[in-house]
């Protein structure tokens, strides 16, 4: 079974910081995804890779950047943290064009 | 601009009975749909797909339909259980990328 594993559940960072979000998959997958899921908005894409060292803009990423050096691992990475990118933010990963599988969720708060 | 909407913010339904969540997209590019189920505190998992060569596809309790001249597609749930109390999202795409519809509360009461 595929395991997406997101490092925190819950975390809280102050304003200005330059916050770290981790995510692993155990499957190999090539396609990784970071989205941010707020009330009312649904599901919105941050930013995505097809493969290491690659990364394509998703519908909102400012504000916000990747790194993907290596195939298991994407982090989502909040240059200077802001209070409204407090949210519930969720990793996934997929092969082709296979459903995506997604991680708990990393709920954030930014005081 | 939303190109995947889900107009029902909630929906009770009562165990037993069927459960029918709605999904309309505007880009006629999509040509693979899929619907998540999302309790809280959890990662949303897959339910069930449909591509646009289909117009319906079956698993068990759960039929996903799909009206193309419509944009329409529905998912549903029968008979509903208690269990199935989560919120649901339809997504779409026409690659890699999935673009998600807002979410519906089902609520399946006793």
């Known amino acids: 079974d595929v395991k997406v594993t997101q490092s925190s559940r819950y975390l809280v960072k102050r304003t200005g910081e330059k916050v770290f979000l981790e995510c692993v998959q155990d499957?190999?997958?090539?396609?990784m995804f970071w989205y941010r899921q707020d009330p009312g908005l649904g599901l919105r894409l941050i930013y995505f890779?097809?493969?290491?060292?690659?990364?394509e803009k998703g519908d909102i990423p400012e504000g916000y950047s990747v790194s993907r050096e290596k195939k298991e691992r994407f982090s989502l990475i909040l240059e200077s943290a802001s209070t409204n990118q407090t949210s519930m933010y969720l990793c996934?990963?997929?092969?082709?064009?296979?459903?995506?599988?997604f991680g708990d969720g990393t709920r954030l708060s930014i005081l | 601009d939303q190109q995947v909407k889900q107009n029902s913010p909630s929906l009770s339904v009562q165990e037993g009975r069927i459960s029918i969540l709605n999904c309309d997209y505007t880009?006629?590019?999509?040509?693979?749909f899929l619907w998540y189920k999302k309790y809280p505190a959890e990662g949303p998992t897959f339910l069930i797909s449909?591509?646009?060569?289909?117009d319906k596809n079956e698993d068990g309790r759960f039929t996903v339909f799909l009206n193309k001249s419509a944009k329409h597609l529905s998912l549903h749930i029968v008979p509903s259980q208690p269990g199935d109390s989560a919120v649901y999202f339809c997504?779409?795409?026409?690659?890699?990328?999935?673009?998600f519809g807002t979410g519906t509360r089902l609520q399946v009461t006793l």
């Open positions: 996934a990963s997929s092969w082709g064009r296979q459903p995506q599988h």
């Open positions: 499957m190999d997958h090539e396609n």
């Open positions: 890779s097809y493969d290491v060292k690659m990364k």
């Open positions: 880009n006629s590019m999509f040509d693979y």
């Open positions: 449909i591509s646009s060569i289909k």
């Open positions: 997504a779409a795409s026409y690659s890699s990328k999935l673009t």
